[in-house]
C-alpha cells in the first residue's frame, strides 16, 4: 500500500489537537501533527465494538472488557501483557522500550516516547477493530527494527494478520503480535495490519473471519466475479465438501502406461488425490537444467498436454491431483530467467565492481561494494535484519558481466574493498554457454546471487520477478486441474524473511478452483484461508500429518543395506492415528524420497496383495468413522509423551487394525510384548515410516522377561534371522545384505539429500588418529583412536586416553535429563558393511547415564548402552538399529540414510545425563566385530513352561511368522514367500503381566529380531 502525502487542515484550541479531515487510511498525519496529538494524550484510550471493548490505561497497558450480560473484565487482572514494546538500535546498542504514552482522535491511535512514535489507523467495526500501522517516526538517530504487542485474555480474544507483513500468535491467554520487519521499510509492501476480536462462539467466530475474508484485503481465489459474502460462504462450502476425505496414493510410474495403471488401482481403492513426486511429473527434484515447469516427456509423452489430459481422466472420476513442487526454484540454467543473461530480479546479497581486470588475477577477484551493500551474515534458521540471511542460503555464488563463478572464500579488506578467492565457474550445468571472464575490464557490475541450498536461484521477494513466479505457477494449475498446491522449500523465498508469506498470498489470489496446500513442515500454506475457518476442522482432520511426502500412510518399502523392508504391524501406525482423530482419510506411500508406489514395488515386495487388502479394510471402517468415534480413547490416552530422541513424531501404546467377517468389520487391538525397560512406543519417522518396537535375542542368553498387557493367549511370533559373530559358525548362503532399493535415479536422491541435510561436507580422514579400511573386513577391527587428546567437551563431559583406554566423566546439576549433542569424535575411513556388530568393554559406575556411540557425519548409526551396572562388562551390539527400538535413546532424523560401507567419522561419549548425576565410566575397549550370514535347523520359544518349535531351516535375513496353526511361513528379506515350516506347540500361551522368554536355536546362534504380538478385542459401539 503507497503512502501518500497531502496538506491536512488542522485546528488548534484550547489546548487540544484535532484532526479535522484525515479519516482515511490512505491519508497519513504530519510529523507535527503527531507530536501534537501525542502532547495531547488522554488518561486512557478506548477501541470499542458492540461486544468488547479493548482499552489502553495511561500506562499504555491493555485491559479487554467483554459486553456480554456477565461483562467481566477478560484479562489478567495482574498480568495485562506489556501493550506496546519496541526495540530499537542507536549508535550500534540495541535496547527494547515499551511505549507507556498512547493516544487518539478519530481514526488515529498514537503510541510512542521521545526516541519513536507509532501511528494507526483505527477502524471499529460492529463485532471487530482493525489496527492498520500508517507511520513510524524516529529521532534523534534511533531507529525501530520491531514491534510488538501484548495482550494477555480469555480465549475468545482472537488477532488476525491482514496482511504479510504481521505475525500473531497465541499460547494459552498469551497473544502476541509481531511487526518484525520494519527494520526495512519499502512502498512495496505494508506496514502491517491486525484485526482483533472478541467472539463469543466459534461459529460467530467465523462469521466474522467471512467478514474480514470479504472486506479487509485478505487474499481470497481468483472466482472471476465479484468477491463478496454469498459468494464466499459458498465458496467455503464446497471446499469443505470436496475435501472431506484426502486419502491419498503417492505413484511413482516408469512410463505413461504404468501411470495409468497405478491411477487405475487408486480409483479402485477409493483415492481421493494422485500425488506425484517432482521426479516423476518434471523429471528432476531441484531444477537444474529445464524450467521449474517443464514436464517430464518420459511418463508424459506429450508434456503438458498428456498431464493436462491426465488431470481430466481424473476429474471425471472425481480424483484430483497433486504435483511436488520445490517452492519457485529456478534452474541454473532455465531458459527464461538465467541464460543468457541473468534476471536482474534474482535474489541478490551484494552489488558492486570490478576493481582488477580478470585476465590478470583469474583466481582472485577484487570488487569494490557499492554503498550500503556489505557481505551478509549467516544466522541460524531465522532472518534477523538486514544483510542477514538463514544457513541453507547459499552466498558464494557471483555473477560478473553474463558469468556466473563460485568463490569459496570471501574477505573484506581494511580498505573497503572484498577479495574474492578459490574461484571457479558455476559448472553444474554442463551446457551452459558462458564468456571468458578475461572479457570484462574494470567497473563491470558484480551482483551476490543468493542459492537456496546451493541449489538454485530463486525470485527477489520485493520484485515483479515474484509476480510472474507465482502467476506462471498459478496459471499451470489452473490449466492442469492441479487442486493440491505443494510448495516444499518454501523457505526458498526467504531472501527477505516476510518472503514465504508474500509468495503464498500471491499464489493463492491468482488459483481459480478449489486446492489443498502443504508445506514441507506438513502445515497448509500462509493465508490459505480455508483453513482459519473452525467449521473447516473435518478438513483439517483429513489431511496429512506430517505432509503427504513425509509419509503419511501405510508404507510399502523394499528392503536394503540402509534398512530392513516394512512388516506387516507397523502399516498400521498412520491409519491408527487417523482413526483416532475422527480422520476419513489414508493414504498409500513409500516412506522414503521419493515416496511413489511403483509397479516394481508392488511386484517385488511380497505383502503388496496383503498391503493392498488391508488398505481397502482401513478404507471401508474410516469411511463409517463417525459409527465409531463414542468408542475411541482420547488423544490424551491414545497418544504419550514420547521421549525428544525417540521419533519427531507422537508415540501410541497400542496399534489398531481392522477384521473384517463377511459384511462385518470390527476393530482389534494389539501391541508387542515389552521389556520392562519398554522399548519404544508404535510411531513414526518423518521420511522414514514405521518405527516398531522390538527385543533383540541371541540363542541361549537366558531370555528376558517380557509384559504381556492383555489377557492371556497364544501370541503371535515374528522374528528376524540376523547375523552370528560367533567365529566358529559356519557361514551359509543367506545374506542380511540386500541390495539397494535402486527405483528412484540416484541423481535425484543425491539432489534432494542435499536439501533436506544441509551442506556439511565430510570430515578428512587423518591416518594419526585411526585405521583406514576400504574394503569389507573380514576380522575384528579396534576402533578406539591412536592419540586423541584428552578435553573438555561441552555438557560438562570431560575426556581423557589413559594406556589406550577412553576416560569420560561428567556432571549434571540441574533437576532435569541433559540430552547431550556434542560427545568426542574422530575422523575413520571404513567399511563395516560386513562388520556392523560393536562390541564394547564398559568400566560402569551405576549412575544411570547412557553411553552412546554414533558411527558416520551427517548420516549415522547409534550404539547405546545404559549405565544402570557397576564394574565391568562386555557388550555386543549387532547393528545400529537396534538403538531405534530402545527407549533410552530411540531414532532420529540423522538417521535416515546411512551407509555402512563408508564411514568417516566416529563419536563417542555420554547420550544423556540423569537429574543431580556425576558420573565416570572407562571404555576398556571397542572394536567393529566381524559378522557371518548362517543357517539354523530349528528355533525354539520358551515361555514359562511352554514352547513353540519351529522345525527346519532359516537362514539370517529370513522372516519366520508365526500367526497360529500348526505352520509357520518363511519369507525372504523383500517379504517373498519362500516355504511353509512344521511348528511344534506345547502349552504355548503367555500369560498376562510379566513372564520370561527365552530364544534358542541349532546349527547357529545368530541375533533374533523379534516381535511377540498379543491381541486384544476392541469394543466400538456405534454413535447415536
Not at 506496546?84 to 493516544?103: H, M, N, P, Q
Not at 494449475?477 to 508469506?501: M, T, V
Not at 561436507?761 to 591412536?786: E, G, H, M, V, W
Amino acid at each position: 500500500m503507497y503512502l501518500k502525502y497531502f496538506h491536512v487542515l488542522s485546528v488548534v484550541s484550547l489546548g487540544v489537537f484535532f484532526v479535522g479531515s484525515l479519516s482515511s487510511a490512505d491519508e497519513e498525519l504530519t510529523n507535527e501533527q503527531v507530536e501534537a496529538l501525542f502532547r495531547h494524550s488522554s488518561q486512557v484510550v478506548e477501541l470499542k465494538t458492540e461486544f468488547f471493548s479493548l482499552e489502553f490505561d495511561r500506562e499504555g497497558r491493555p485491559t479487554c472488557t467483554s459486553k456480554k450480560k456477565s461483562g467481566d473484565n477478560q484479562l489478567l487482572s495482574k498480568n495485562p501483557g506489556q501493550g506496546f514494546v519496541a526495540s530499537l538500535t542507536k549508535d550500534g546498542e540495541k535496547t527494547e522500550s515499551r511505549l507507556s504514552k498512547i493516544a487518539r482522535q478519530g481514526n488515529w491511535l498514537v503510541a510512542g516516547n521521545e526516541s519513536v512514535k507509532i501511528v494507526f489507523f483505527v477502524q471499529e467495526k460492529p463485532n471487530y477493530i482493525t489496527l492498520d500501522l500508517k507511520q513510524v517516526i524516529e529521532r534523534n538517530g534511533t531507529r525501530l527494527s520491531t514491534l510488538k504487542m501484548e495482550v494477555n485474555c480469555e480465549n475468545q480474544f482472537k488477532v488476525w494478520p491482514l496482511d504479510i507483513m504481521t505475525q500473531v500468535g497465541k499460547t494459552g491467554i498469551r497473544n502476541s503480535i509481531g511487526w518484525n520487519w520494519l527494520w526495512e521499510k519499502n512502498k512495496q509492501n505494508p506496514l502491517g495490519k491486525i484485526a482483533i476480536s472478541a467472539a463469543a462462539s466459534e461459529t460467530v467466530e467465523d462469521d466474522i473471519l467471512l467478514q474480514l475474508w470479504v472486506h479487509e484485503g485478505l487474499p481470497h481465489p481468483n472466482v472471476g466475479h465479484d468477491w463478496n459474502e454469498q459468494t464466499a460462504r459458498e465458496w467455503l462450502v464446497n471446499w469443505q465438501q470436496q475435501f472431506h476425505d484426502q486419502s491419498t496414493m503417492i505413484i511413482q510410474p516408469a512410463n505413461e502406461s504404468e501411470l495409468y495403471a497405478l491411477a487405475a488401482m487408486a480409483i479402485e481403492l477409493g483415492i481421493k488425490k494422485i500425488y506425484l513426486h517432482t521426479d516423476v511429473w518434471r523429471g528432476e527434484y531441484w531444477p537444474r537444467k529445464r524450467s521449474f515447469l517443464n514436464v517430464n516427456k518420459s511418463v508424459f509423452q506429450n508434456g503438458e498436454a498428456s498431464l493436462a489430459k491426465f488431470a481430466d481422466y481424473l476429474h471425471r472420476h472425481d480424483v484430483g491431483i497433486a504435483l511436488h513442487m520445490v517452492s519457485g526454484a529456478i534452474a541454473f540454467n532455465d531458459p527464461d530467467y538465467v541464460a543468457g543473461t541473468p534476471n536482474p530480479d534474482l535474489a541478490s546479497f551484494l552489488n558492486a565492481e570490478l576493481v582488477d581486470n580478470l585476465e590478470a588475477h583469474p583466481n582472485s577477484i577484487l570488487i569494490r561494494p557499492d554503498k550500503g551493500s556489505s557481505l551478509p551474515e549467516i544466522v541460524g534458521r531465522h532472518v534477523v535484519g538486514p544483510h542477514s540471511y538463514p544457513f541453507w542460503m547459499d552466498v558464494n555464488c557471483f555473477q560478473i558481466g553474463n558469468q556466473l563463478v563460485v568463490a569459496r572464500n570471501q574477505r573484506k579488506r581494511n580498505d573497503g574493498l572484498i577479495e574474492l578467492n578459490q574461484i571457479s565457474p558455476l559448472s553444474l550445468v554442463a551446457n551452459r554457454q558462458t564468456d571468458p571472464l578475461s572479457n570484462y575490464p574494470r567497473g563491470t557490475r558484480v551482483r551476490g546471487l543468493l542459492r537456496p541450498y546451493a541449489q538454485v536461484f530463486t525470485a527477489e521477494v520485493d520484485s515483479n520477478l515474484l509476480d510472474k513466479i507465482t502467476k506462471r505457477y498459478a496459471e499451470f494449475c489452473n490449466r492442469n486441474h492441479i487442486n493440491h498446491l505443494e510448495c516444499d522449500a518454501l523457505e526458498n523465498h526467504q531472501s527477505k524473511p516476510w518472503g514465504p508469506n508474500k509468495f503464498a498470498w500471491k499464489l493463492y489470489e491468482q488459483i481459480d478452483h478449489p486446492c489443498t496446500s502443504n508445506t514441507s513442515s506438513g502445515k497448509p500454506l500462509p493465508f490459505h484461508i480455508e483453513y482459519w475457518f473452525n467449521s473447516s476442522k473435518i478438513v483439517k482432520q483429513n489431511r496429512p500429518q506430517g505432509g503427504v511426502a513425509g509419509g503419511d500412510g501405510m508404507s510399502l518399502l523394499l528392503a536394503s543395506a540402509d534398512r530392513v523392508a516394512t512388516g506387516p504391524y507397523g502399516r498400521h501406525v498412520k491409519p491408527t492415528i487417523a482413526f483416532t482423530r475422527g480422520s476419513q482419510s489414508v493414504n498409500l506411500i513409500r516412506p522414503v524420497p521419493m515416496f511413489g508406489i511403483s509397479k516394481r514395488l508392488l511386484v517385488e515386495h511380497g505383502l503388496g496383495n496383503s498391503h493392498i487388502n488391508e488398505f481397502k479394510r482401513w478404507k471401508k471402517l474410516l469411511t463409517a468413522n463417525k459409527f465409531y468415534l463414542n468408542e475411541v480413547p482420547t488423544r490424551d490416552n491414545v497418544y504419550l509423551v514420547n521421549h525428544r530422541m525417540v521419533s519427531n513424531h507422537p508415540a501410541l501404546d497400542y496399534l489398531l487394525r481392522p477384521n473384517e467377517n463377511g459384511e462385518k468389520l470390527t476393530l482389534e487391538r494389539f501391541d508387542v510384548m515389552r521389556t520392562a525397560n519398554s522399548p519404544i512406543k508404535w510411531s513414526w519417522g518423518q521420511e522414514f515410516g514405521p518405527l516398531v518396537p522390538k527385543t533383540y535375542f541371541v540363542s541361549g542368553d537366558g531370555g528376558q522377561e517380557l509384559n504381556n498387557p492383555f489377557p492371556k493367549q497364544e501370541p503371535e511370533v515374528l522374528i528376524r534371522v540376523m547375523s552370528s559373530f560367533v567365529p566358529t559358525d559356519r557361514t551359509a548362503l543367506g545374506k542380511e545384505f540386500p541390495q539397494p532399493d535402486d527405483q528412484v535415479d540416484a541423481e535425484i536422491k543425491k539432489q534432494y539429500r542435499k536439501g533436506v541435510e544441509g551442506l556439511q561436507a565430510q570430515p578428512a580422514y587423518d591416518s594419526n588418529l585411526a585405521i583406514s579400511n576400504t574394503k569389507p573386513i573380514s576380522a575384528n577391527i579396534n576402533l578406539l583412536p591412536k592419540n586423541l587428546k584428552s578435553s573438555m567437551l561441552s555438557e560438562n563431559q570431560a575426556l581423557e586416553m589413559v594406556d589406550g583406554k577412553f576416560i569420560l566423566s561428567a556432571e549434571n546439576a540441574t533437576q532435569n535429563i541433559v540430552h547431550c549433542l556434542h560427545r568426542a569424535s574422530w575422523p575413520v575411513n571404513l567399511n563395516l558393511l560386513h562388520a556392523r556388530g560393536l562390541e564394547i568393554a564398559v568400566t560402569g559406575d551405576q549412575s544411570g547415564a547412557v553411553f552412546v556411540v554414533s558411527l558416520g557425519h551427517n548420516n549415522k548409526r547409534d550404539y547405546v548402552i545404559p549405565i544402570d551396572f557397576k564394574g565391568t562388562r562386555r557388550f555386543l551390539i549387532p547393528s545400529g538399529e537396534v538403538a531405534w527400538s530402545d527407549e533410552n535413546w530411540g531414532w532420529r532424523k540423522s538417521a535416515r540414510h546411512f551407509d555402512y560401507s563408508q564411514v568417516k567419522k566416529i563419536e563417542a561419549g555420554f547420550g544423556t545425563l540423569p537429574p543431580n548425576c556425576k558420573a565416570s565410566i572407562t571404555i576398556e575397549s571397542m572394536q567393529a566385530v566381524d559378522e557371518h550370514s548362517v543357517e539354523v535347523n530349528e528355533l525354539k520359544i520358551n515361555v514359562g513352561d511352554g514352547s513353540l518349535t519351529v522345525k527346519g531351516p532359516v537362514q539370517t535375513g529370513n522372516y519366520v511368522w508365526f500367526t497360529g496353526g500348526d505352520r509357520a511361513t518363511i519369507f525372504d528379506s523383500n517379504w517373498q514367500k519362500l516355504r511353509e515350516l512344521k511348528v511344534a506347540k506345547n502349552d504355548f500361551l503367555v500369560l498376562p503381566g510379566k513372564q520370561k522368554i527365552c530364544l534358542e536355536t541349532s546349527g547357529a546362534s545368530p541375533y533374533l529380531e523379534t516381535q511377540l504380538i498379543v491381541t486384544d478385542h476392541f469394543s466400538a459401539p456405534r454413535k447415536d
